[in-house]
Nanobody, 122 residues
């Protein structure tokens, strides 16, 4: 059974930074594309960023491009800079075990973590 575990969330003031981590067990992590999604309070889950297994393909949501950076080595990271109150959400990492998926669609992903809360105060 595969498990994904997020860490690094917390409370930060607007303009601050956080670095989220996603670690995995029970799967060949380096082979799996990984995405970050987030679910703001009262809203649907939304795509944030994606990185392929080789790191050759990276995509961002328009709302975070230029502020967030996804990377990976033995874990997957989301460096979040210049945070805004609108970034407040539970952040999830997700893994998909096949190619050719529509990376922004949550239902394409096979494995999910439990989420980590990010709160940005104004």
């Amino acid at each position: 059974q595969a498990d994904l575990v997020e860490s690094g969330g917390g409370l930060v003031q607007a303009g601050g930074s956080l670095r989220l981590s996603c670690a995995a067990s029970g799967l060949a992590f380096s082979n799996y594309p990984i995405a970050w999604f987030r679910q703001p309070p009262g809203k649907q889950r939304e795509f944030v960023a994606y990185i392929s297994g080789s790191s050759s393909n990276i995509y961002y949501a328009g709302s975070v491009e230029g502020r967030f950076t996804i990377s990976r080595d033995n874990a997957v990271y989301l460096q979040m800079n210049n945070l805004e109150p609108e970034d407040t959400a539970v952040y999830y990492c997700a893994a998909v075990g096949r190619i050719g998926v529509v990376v922004k669609l949550a239902h394409e992903y096979d494995y999910w973590g439990q989420g980590t809360q990010v709160t940005v105060s104004s």
